[in-house]
């Protein structure tokens, strides 16, 4: 009786879900060590000899490598494997711990602003999702607060909430506390080109493939709220 071999999409399907795994692993790892590096720098008696603080940016500097290089694994993975057939086939992951490494990534990236983030889920959320997806969003989020939210300013404040929905949906919304949005940067946020920092160094291009990657990746929606201050968004997606 002659054995059937997997197809090569099934191959790469199987590939793609073994990897997840050890790179999700590595980037909650890499975000706990960024979290030790600054505990040390704060906790060290005295002041902080030259010695020390160069050891401690070599330290920085190698992590938001490592962190950067583990965000394109994930990207990789993302775009590589096929698009699943059904819902069920996408893995369980814990999204909380999911989005805290997609802001401590760009957080990495960005050491010269002090950034309190906060994240507060109703319970340990275990979806069936895109980790990649959800990262990739989050992270363009976290993004533009650092890169235009927080323009200016040496700190500021990041707060994710996230409830179960019916239906097998889930609500998440991502708050900070910059300089907000005009009421036209509201209304023209997704378009392709604008930009709040057209022509000092924003492309217009972020926002709009970010929605398409909660729709399309994540079969969701993303809102634009009017917050008394700062951003407010929401996204509601399938899990």
């Not at 970010?210 to 509601?236: D, N």
């Amino acid at each position: 009786m002659r054995s059937t071999l997997p197809t090569p999409d099934i191959q790469l399907r199987r590939l793609v879900h073994e990897l997840n795994t050890p790179v999700g692993v590595s980037s909650m790892a890499a975000s706990m060590l960024a979290a030790q590096i600054d505990r040390l720098a704060s906790e060290h008696d005295g002041p902080v000899t030259q010695e020390l603080a160069s050891v401690l940016e070599e330290c920085r500097e190698t992590l938001a490598l490592l962190q950067s290089s583990l965000q394109l694994c994930v990207q990789v993975l993302r775009s590589s494997a096929p698009p699943p057939e059904t819902e069920t086939l996408w893995p369980l992951i814990d999204l909380p711990a999911t989005l805290q490494s997609a802001v401590s990534v760009c957080l990495a990236r960005h050491p010269e602003v002090q950034v309190r983030c906060q994240l507060h889920f109703a319970d340990r959320l275990q979806v069936h999702g895109d980790a990649g997806a959800w990262q990739q969003v989050v992270g363009n989020l976290a993004s533009n607060s650092l890169l235009h939210g927080f323009a200016g300013r040496s700190q500021g404040s990041i707060h994710i909430t996230g409830a179960l929905l019916p239906d097998q949906r889930i609500l998440v919304h991502y708050y900070d506390d910059g300089i907000g949005l005009s009421e036209q940067a509201r209304a023209q946020l997704f378009e392709d080109g604008f930009s709040t920092c057209l022509g000092r160094g924003g492309h217009g291009l972020g926002m709009g493939i970010t929605r398409e990657l909660v729709h399309h990746k994540l079969s969701g929606r993303m809102q634009v709220h009017q917050p008394a201050k700062g951003v407010h968004i929401s996204i509601e997606a399938a899990c």
